[in-house]
C-alpha cells in the first residue's frame, strides 16, 4: 500500500467546512485514494474515494491534486456528529486489506 | 437491508480461556475481512476471505487465532489460551468482492477483555 500521512488531530467549528488533508506521495498511477472515518465506539464507515478527478458526495467531496500526490476531504457543514477519526487509505488494486495507519482526529467544536 | 453484525458486542474471558467471536456479513458479499483494534490505534488487519477460502492470514498474530467461514457466509475467528494482549476490538468487514472497488462495510466490533 503507499504509505499515507495525516496530521494527527484538528478542529472545526460547527457549520464550518472541514479541509482534512493527505500526503500519499507514493502512489501508482491505478492506485485510488480511500477516506474512511470512525465514530467513537463504532466501526469505521466509507466516506468517499478517488482516482484523479475530483469526487462529491451526499457526505463529503474529495479534491486530488494533479500530479495525485495529495488529496484533501471536505466536509462542506460540520456538525458535531462529524467528531470522528478520518482515515486516509490508498489500498492495492482490487479487493485488498485496508492500512488504517493513526488517521486524523477531528473535533467539530458548538 | 442488514448491515454486518457480530456478537457478542463485549467479552470478558480469563486468561487461558478460548473465545469465539461471531461475523454476519452483508448477505452475497463474496468478501469478508477481520481487523483488530487496539485502544488508542487504527484498526489492523488480520485475515481475508473470499467465499469460503481464507485467501490471506498473514496479520494473524500467532497460531492462538484461528478463523473460519466454512460456507462462505457467517465467519468465526477463535482465540484459543487467550492473553491479556489479546484485549483489542475486533472488527469485521464485508465487501462485494468486486475487483475495482474497496468499499468495506464494518460490523460495530466485539470489545474483548482478558483478565
Known amino acids: 500500500d503507499a504509505k499515507t500521512t495525516q496530521p494527527p488531530s484538528m478542529d472545526c467549528a460547527e457549520g464550518r467546512a472541514a479541509n482534512l488533508p493527505c500526503n500519499h506521495s507514493?502512489?501508482?498511477?491505478?492506485?485510488?485514494v480511500y477516506w474512511y472515518r470512525q465514530i467513537h465506539s463504532q466501526g469505521p464507515q466509507y466516506i468517499i474515494h478517488?482516482?484523479?478527478n475530483n469526487e462529491t458526495n451526499e457526505m463529503a467531496s474529495l479534491i486530488i491534486t494533479e500530479d495525485r500526490k495529495s488529496s484533501t476531504l471536505i466536509l462542506p457543514h460540520a456538525t458535531l456528529r462529524d467528531t470522528a477519526v478520518y482515515y486516509c487509505?490508498?489500498?492495492?488494486?482490487?479487493?485488498?486489506?485496508?492500512?488504517f495507519g493513526k488517521g486524523t482526529r477531528l473535533s467539530v467544536i458548538a | 437491508g442488514a448491515g454486518v453484525s457480530q456478537s457478542p458486542r463485549y467479552k470478558v474471558a480469563k486468561r487461558g480461556q478460548d473465545v469465539a467471536l461471531r461475523c454476519d456479513p452483508i448477505?452475497?458479499?463474496?468478501?469478508l475481512f477481520w481487523y483488530q483494534q487496539a485502544l488508542g490505534q487504527g484498526p489492523e488487519f488480520l485475515t481475508y476471505?473470499?467465499?469460503?477460502?481464507?485467501?490471506?492470514k498473514s496479520g494473524l498474530p500467532s497460531d492462538r487465532f484461528f478463523a473460519e467461514r466454512p460456507e462462505g457466509s457467517v465467519s468465526t475467528l477463535k482465540i484459543q489460551r487467550t492473553q491479556q494482549e489479546d484485549s483489542a476490538v475486533y472488527l469485521c468487514?464485508?465487501?462485494?468482492?468486486?475487483?475495482?472497488?474497496?468499499?468495506?462495510?464494518f460490523g460495530p466490533g466485539t470489545r474483548l477483555t482478558v483478565l
Open positions: 507514493t502512489i501508482s498511477g491505478n492506485e485510488y
Open positions: 448477505s452475497g458479499h463474496v468478501s
Open positions: 476471505f473470499q467465499n469460503e477460502a481464507q485467501l490471506d
Open positions: 468487514a464485508s465487501s462485494t468482492g468486486l475487483a475495482v472497488y474497496n468499499e468495506q462495510f
Open positions: 478517488g482516482l484523479k
Open positions: 487509505i490508498v489500498p492495492l488494486p482490487g479487493n485488498t486489506p485496508l492500512v
